[in-house]
């Protein structure tokens, strides 16, 4: 059970024990009254007749016409049902950090909900509510839309996953002796003003980001191994001579993954794409860092607006527009990550080709068991290139868009969701990329005989336990999938120790 008083506690661990884990949350009593204080604060604001966005103003372009009293509570509800998105809906993690990130921001106390929303949205995350959020055509200034499809299911509207099978939210509810929640004055707006969703979006994606680089780097030490390739470009030593983090922590991890029969020895300088393992990887590295960096503040962030603000500094108590919703640090975060990714894919598929030139690896052209009757995974390499040259398509960026919307009200977007997506895709991508290259690793294993340290030899032997080799060409399709689920599975990484 994680106790939760406020934004400024929630940190990864804590999030991925709940978003994740599913660990239960109870909320501190005294930061629950700190929140009905603030609520008070605001309703005796509004009774001074001050104009208050999506309070007692239409939204967008209609922010100047007034709402009157008697229709503003129905409008908070109707704030709700405004989801417009197309597509597969997001995974339930993403949903789900969505929905925590919402509850500890207005802990905060400045969006100016009540301590009974705040209760529901605990509740919500303890019995597991999942709300079918599609994942296309949410793009806008902020993510009204995705989160109009999240918190509707709140009001009993749309569907959400129970048992993994899409059910009227209506329903849902009912099945857990719950009322749909009636949102009341600035309820509405504040579940929908926000941005949780791309941060919940970008720590799912940094977690698959730093397994595909692990699993990148072991194939780029697997490759120059079984191509006797000089291993010493990856000397610590070079490492230090650079001084870049991200690079010094590659040169160590390869440095473990040669343990015990590394081969210092002065051998012909290899092609660039083995030399530069280090220099791609480690500047990977430190991109990831940064943007682990970046997450680490938006989980502590407070993104509504309009806000309510406490008299400081000069500054007169009252709302406050806010601009928090922008989630521009991470749309560019996001489409860097898309650019190096590309980068990793592009490293690989170079590392591929290398493997199949016999004047590098010393191995039958092609990796053919009987050069010319047999083809080899010559074909393999052509939709590694594929793969490649699609990840290259993908890597513009998305943050640098930007459209008018609400008749020019709603004029700039971050467009997070695209560079998500877009970073999606590459690490699909990829994924099939090193798929390849360590397919051929396994088939370069069985015609050479090159001596392998502890650590490689734990995996070329779980590749050899997947794939047979290739003897007579054949489809390699199959193959190819079965290395993909090893490496999406993370077994790969898990045993590499020496037995």
């Known amino acids: 059970m994680i106790v939760l008083a406020g934004p400024r506690q929630l940190d990864l661990e804590s999030y991925r024990r709940i978003v994740v884990e599913h660990e239960e949350v109870e909320l501190d009593p005294a930061a629950l009254a700190a929140v009905d204080a603030a609520r008070a604060r605001l309703l005796a604001h509004l009774d001074t007749g001050a104009v208050a966005y999506g309070v007692n103003t239409g939204v967008g372009y209609l922010a100047r016409t007034r709402i009157e009293a008697a229709d503003q509570r129905a409008f908070q509800r109707a704030l709700l049902l405004r989801g417009a998105g197309q597509g597969p809906p997001f995974p339930h993690e993403v949903v789900r950090g969505a929905m925590l990130l919402r509850l500890t921001g207005f802990l905060a106390g400045a969006a100016g909900v009540s ?102 780097t072991l194939a780029g030490a697997l490759t120059a191994a079984v191509a006797g390739a000089a291993l010493r470009p990856y000397a610590r030593r070079v490492g230090v001579l650079k001084g870049d983090p991200g690079q010094l922590q590659v040169h160590a991890a390869l440095a473990d993954l040669y343990a015990g029969a590394a081969d210092w020895s002065d051998r012909p300088q290899p092609p660039v794409s083995l030399r530069v393992l280090p220099q791609v990887h480690g500047a990977v590295l430190d991109l990831l860092e940064h943007t682990a960096a970046q997450v680490a503040r938006e989980l502590r962030a407070v993104t509504d607006s309009p806000l309510y603000l406490e008299a400081d500094d000069g500054e007169p108590a009252g709302l406050y527009p806010s601009g928090n919703f922008h989630s521009q640090a991470l749309s560019l975060q996001l489409d860097a990550l898309a650019i190096a990714f590309a980068q990793v894919g592009n490293l690989a598929e170079k590392r591929l080709h290398r493997l199949l030139d016999h004047r590098f690896s010393h191995l039958p052209d092609q990796l053919a068991a009987d050069p010319g009757r047999q083809t080899g995974l010559v074909l393999l390499h052509k939709s590694a290139i594929g793969f490649a040259a699609e990840n290259r398509l993908l890597a513009a960026p998305a943050s640098i868009h930007s459209s008018d919307g609400s008749a020019g009200q709603e004029d700039f977007q971050a467009f997070a969701f695209l560079a998500a997506e877009k970073l999606e895709h590459i690490l699909d991508n990829l994924e099939l990329v090193l798929a390849s290259e360590l397919l051929a690793v396994r088939q370069a294993r069985e015609l050479g005989a090159v001596a392998l340290p502890p650590r490689l030899e734990a995996a070329a032997a779980r590749l050899a336990e997947r794939v047979e080799p290739v003897r007579e060409d054949r489809p390699l399709s199959a193959d190819v999938e079965r290395l993909r689920q090893l490496v999406r599975s993370g077994e790969l990484l898990a045993q590499q120790q020496p037995a």
Do not use: M, Q
């Open 115 to 216: 301590a009974s929303l705040c209760a529901f949205l605990a509740a919500r995350l303890n019995d597991g509510w999942a709300p079918v959020v599609p994942s296309r055509g949410i793009t806008s200034a902020g993510e009204v839309i995705a989160l109009s499809h999240l918190f509707g299911s709140f009001v009993g509207e749309g569907e959400v996953l129970e048992d993994g099978v899409p059910t009227p939210a209506a329903d849902a509810l009912g099945r857990r002796g719950c009322a749909p929640y009636e949102p009341d004055v600035k309820e509405g707006i504040a579940l929908v003003n926000g941005a949780p969703l791309a941060p919940a979006l970008t720590v799912r994606l940094t977690a698959r980001c730093g397994a595909l680089l692990a699993h990148a």
